[in-house]
């Protein structure tokens, strides 16, 4: 079996479905990852956010929460996440469900109810944006997964694959893999094969 992993669609259906191809997905032989971030700055979040539903109802995909995902989610009764994903992105996301307000708070109380903080195997743990160095995986705080950047040792003794900070290409920094390379920002949509570590990219 292999592990397909995607990070930080951000609203660009047309990427997300090409590197999947790119990668042959076989949802009978593989088990896709994808690690948050489906919405916000790129035009089609609205379509995202379905075809992410679609993959893990049909699939069995995992899907797993961004800290743009969480702003959404939280913004329903949260004026400060309001405000900070108003600053973030939140325009061109309204824009994609114009005139689908319902459609939007179905998206909104599905990502609340399926996402995932965190997953975790016998040898990677799943990740939006990284984790705290040397705290147990149990003893994390939910706002480290979702906004932490760095590059030390996490030193729990599985490879920490996540994405969040925009690198060129992916990156290899001790026991973690920073698979964000930037689609957003016109720069590459990447999934990671595991644990062949097979590249696929869209440009």
């Not at 973030?88 to 609340?112: I, V």
Request: aromatic share 8%; charged share 30%.
């Amino acid at each position: 079996m292999r592990y397909l992993v995607v990070s930080d669609i951000h609203g660009d259906i047309q990427k997300f479905e090409d590197v999947l191809k790119e990668a042959s997905y076989n949802p009978k032989e593989d088990q896709l990852i994808l690690l948050g971030d489906y919405i916000d700055r790129g035009p089609q979040s609205r379509d995202v956010v379905a075809k992410v539903k679609e993959l893990v109802e049909h699939d069995g995909a995992i899907a797993i929460k961004g800290n743009h995902d969480d702003m959404f989610i939280r913004s329903k009764f949260d004026e400060k996440a309001l405000e900070l994903w108003e600053i973030n992105g939140a325009s061109t996301t309204l824009k994609s469900y114009e005139g689908k307000s319902e459609e939007m708070e179905e998206h909104r109380q599905w990502l609340e109810q399926n996402l995932r903080l965190y997953y975790e195997t016998e040898d990677y743990i799943f990740v939006h944006a990284g984790l705290q160095p040397h705290t147990p995986l149990k003893a994390q705080e939910e706002d480290t997964m979702l906004w932490t950047r760095h590059n030390e040792r996490i030193g729990l003794g599985k490879t920490v694959i996540h994405g969040h900070t925009p690198v060129r290409d992916i990156a290899y920094y001790k026991d973690q893999v920073d698979i964000d390379t930037g689609a957003v920002f016109g720069g590459k949509l990447t999934l990671l094969e595991l644990p062949s570590h097979e590249v696929y990219t869209v440009s």
